[in-house]
């Protein structure tokens, strides 16, 4: 059975968007654009209404992204009653996190995964952590390394890595001049410029800090990723907020500075996330047991 042609779909529905849609399955705009061709053709309807800076799912659309969705979670579930019968596992698992993650957790875990299941082909992909959680909740993903909420998600599953706590961190550029705060909670905060995460648990901690002081932040920029903000840093655009763990493996951790007098924010409570009925695939339950 083949359903690369629903799975691009359903990435295009979720996207919107054919370059980014291409971009991340990987393959050319053109090849996307003839794969839905095809499948409208198949169905004979029309699943999208395009023009040049917007694509809409018509109700057909919208209908067969509901089916696709159920007859692919039906044919994983399927393909993983196969596999509980045979003797090499093989197949496909999905992993995302950030860059940081991958080098500080994934090596060893990944190097020994492989050694035991060399039949199991491993997709890795890196980005901004904060969305890491909704990917895997969406079915984009297998597998997230990410900040445990103070809430977690119905049907599933973290395991944690470590814990690290959340450092102020500033340039070491004599250019950049701020008056460092005498407390957490000093007006002053509001005159530094601040670089922080636009989504995720750090923001939802700074945002709660800043209500209960009371404080109007200077917002410099808001970007994905924390090895984002500690380059922006470095450069000298403001003051930021990270996991210690991130500052430790930055290339540019010499270039900037924990500062003092600052609020303490709960800790950074990372692990892996999958949802808890995809343990039941015998892939992910082998890649989870191995942690």
Same mark, same amino acid.
């Given at each position: ?15 919107l968007h054919f370059g980014r849609t291409s971009e991340a399955c990987h393959i050319s705009t053109s090849t996307l ?25 018509? %109700?057909? /659309? ?5 089916? !696709? @969705?159920? +007859?692919?979670?039906?044919? =994983? ?47 890795? %992909?890196? /980005? ?5 959680? !909704? @990917?895997? +909740?969406?079915?984009?993903? =297998? ?92 450069l000298g655009f403001g003051v930021g907020v990270v996991p210690k763990i991130v500052l430790d493996n930055s290339p ?23 949802l808890n009925k995809r343990l039941k695939s015998p892939i992910i339950k082998a890649f989870w047991s191995q942690l």
């Open positions: 059975m083949d359903t690369q042609s629903l799975k691009l779909f359903l990435q295009l529905a979720d996207h654009s003839r794969s839905i061709q095809k499948l409208e053709q198949d169905l004979g309807v029309q699943l999208l209404e395009r023009d040049n800076r917007s694509v809409l799912l018509t %109700h057909q /659309g919208q209908k067969l992204q509901t089916y !696709a @969705r159920d +007859l692919l979670q039906q044919w =994983d579930s399927f393909h993983d009653s196969l596999l509980e019968s045979a003797q090499e596992l093989r197949g496909e698992i999905s992993i995302y996190c950030s860059v940081t993650a991958s080098y500080s957790f994934l090596h060893d875990i990944l190097s020994q995964f492989r050694r035991e299941h060399p039949s199991i082909e491993i997709v890795l %992909h890196t /980005g901004d952590p904060a969305p890491g959680i !909704a @990917r895997v +909740l969406s079915g984009k993903e =297998d597998i997230t390394i990410a900040a445990k909420p103070e809430k977690l998600p119905t049907g599933l599953a973290f395991r944690r890595i470590t814990v690290s706590p959340l450092v102020f961190i500033a340039p070491k550029l004599k250019k950049f001049e701020y008056r460092q705060p005498q407390s957490d909670c000093s007006q002053e905060w509001a005159d530094i410029p601040m670089i922080l995460s636009e989504e995720g648990p750090i923001r939802v901690h700074i945002n709660h800090w800043l209500n209960q002081a009371d404080i109007l932040p200077n917002i410099y920029a808001q970007v994905a990723g924390h090895e984002a903000i500690v380059s922006m840093v470095s540019l951790k010499n270039r900037v500075q924990i500062m003092s007098n600052t609020p303490t924010l709960p800790s950074y409570d990372v692990g892996f996330c999958t």
